[in-house]
């Protein structure tokens, strides 16, 4: 099945610093999600993003589709930004059933 | 609009007991999913309901189970508890696949039921 990698595992910022978070992933998809996850384990949709870039207010999502690759942009970190963020794409081509990354832990730091 | 919704919060059983999760998805939305959240596996997926109906499931035994109802609510159950069923299990809906519509929609989670097997 497909496979997907998150990288870095873990990451450690000041308030203010800028971060990308990368997601490869084994095989074409169709689709990829990016998800943050609260300290009490809640999942929160971030981007819905099968291909090209999209923005929403301090953070940005690219995925080039053709190379197997999705990166995640927060610029402007707030400790509120902590968490785990993972990216999830379809087993298959149609399929409903997501193949998660194994996340990036990011702290910051005030 | 409310969104997915999951109870109990917390749920503590011992060895040998079942375990029954429940989740309502976000309002139009028919098909519901559960995944695992265990400690050092990361997220699996374990079911997929849609219009009543298992239309997929996830590498877990027979034990784990459940069904949707005709207002699209699910139900997980864990029969027969094992200490590594502990584990954070979210439930997420979608709407549903169409003919010439999307080939993939959006996923959307709920705060999860944490299960503790003592």
């Known amino acids: 099945g497909i496979q997907v990698e998150q990288s870095p595992p873990d990451l450690i910022l000041q308030e203010g610093a800028n971060s990308t978070l990368r997601c490869n992933f084994s095989d074409s998809v169709n689709n990829l999600q990016w998800f943050h996850q609260n300290p009490w384990g809640q999942l929160i949709n971030l981007f819905y993003i099968p291909s090209g870039t999209k923005q929403n207010g301090r953070l940005s999502a690219t995925t080039v589709a053709t190379e197997r690759y999705s990166l995640l942009y927060i610029s402007s970190s707030q400790t509120t930004d902590s968490g785990v963020y993972f990216c999830a794409v379809p087993q298959v081509s149609g399929s409903e059933k997501l193949v998660f990354g194994k996340g990036t832990k990011l702290t910051v730091n005030p | 609009e409310a969104g997915v919704t999951q109870s109990p919060t917390h749920l503590i059983k011992t060895r040998g007991q079942q375990a029954t999760l429940r989740c309502s998805p976000i309002s139009g939305h028919t098909s519901v999913y559960w995944y695992q959240q265990a400690l050092g596996l990361g997220l699996q997926f374990l079911l997929w309901y849609d219009e009543g109906e298992e239309r997929n499931r996830g590498n877990f035994p027979p034990r784990f189970s459940g069904r949707q109802f005709p207002n699209y609510s699910s139900e997980l159950n864990v029969n027969a508890l094992e200490l590594e069923d502990s584990a954070l299990y979210l439930c997420?809906?979608?709407?549903?696949?169409?003919?010439?519509?999307?080939?993939?929609?959006?996923?959307?989670f709920g705060p999860g039921t944490r299960l503790t097997v003592l």
């Open positions: 997420a809906s979608s709407l549903r696949l169409i003919a010439g519509g999307p080939r993939y929609n959006e996923q959307f």
